[in-house]
């Protein structure tokens, strides 16, 4: 029988968390809030850079460091609005309480005009940079500016059969749900198909174009080995990429490969890292990049 002095718990050195259930699990939920975070800061940074002063901006565009913290005064949510909707912001130019607030509140009043529900995202947490709060803002922005309008655009033409294999995905997935479908385009119209499924369609259509058999299922297992990414490079421009060669390397070597020429070829902004873990909003915002 063990001694009144020995526990069953994890044995710590002072000053260090015990390795339990709770806190391992506390631990990746950190670790993946700032992949979150690392990812969006490099998508909006890539949006906000697609405007120069030559196109009528009085100002080169900000440049986000630190998200949670560059988000808070509002400035920054109008700036990317501005880019996304190409439309002009009103804001109050002023660094104080009031026009923090005042500048948050016209981001998420537009964002409301367009239908778009913000369920638990209020300005006191955006203020205070609550990271839950602003990373499912991000989201839902990139959702509607971005996926959707990939889904009301792509080509009525595509082959019906492969819109409706993609019924048989879930279409309860909070990562990808959106509130405000397209239904006047002819993709939402007939097939009722969410913004998640019409990029899977998007993302098949090019496999197909560049002659690649991989089942795309989803923004996430889908894409380890590299060769989906390559894929879509390949249909974009078939003399950057060798397809023949993706099965000669590893995983790691085809995601940097992919990345590489998509960064220097295409100047798409490297938003995802080969040794990390792939997420599926991450991968998403990466082929969007793509697309647009």
Known sequence: MASGSQSGDA???????????????????????QIQKR????????????????QGQKKP??????????IRDGSLLLDLLEVMSGQQMSREKGRGFFQHRSNIETALSFLR????????????????????????????????FHIEELASTLSFSSRQSSMESLTSLDSHSSTFSSSTPRRGSPLHARFRISAKKALLLWVREQCHKAGCTLNVKDFKSSWRSGVAFLAVLHSLRPDMVDMSR???????????EAFRIAEQELQIPRLLEPAGELDSQHS???ILQSWG
């Not at 565009?61 to 560059?70: E, S, T």
């Not at 099965?247 to 940097?256: A, D, G, I």
Request: charged share 20%.
């Open 61 to 70: 565009p900000c440049v986000v460091l630190d998200l949670f913290n560059d």
């Open 39 to 54: 990812t969006f800061t490099n998508w909006i940074n890539a949006q906000l850079s697609k405007v120069s002063p030559a």
């Open 246 to 256: 993706a099965k000669t390397r590893t995983n790691r070597q085809n995601l940097e």
């Open 11 to 33: 044995p710590t050195e002072p000053g260090h968390m015990p390795l339990d259930i709770d806190n391992v699990h506390m631990l990746l939920q950190v670790e993946q809030e």
């Open 284 to 286: 998403a915002c990466y």
């Open 113 to 144: 005009r367009k239908s778009i529900k913000l369920v638990n995202i209020n300005v006191p947490d955006i203020m205070d940079g609550k990271p839950s709060i602003i990373l499912g803002l991000v989201w839902i922005i990139i959702l509607h």
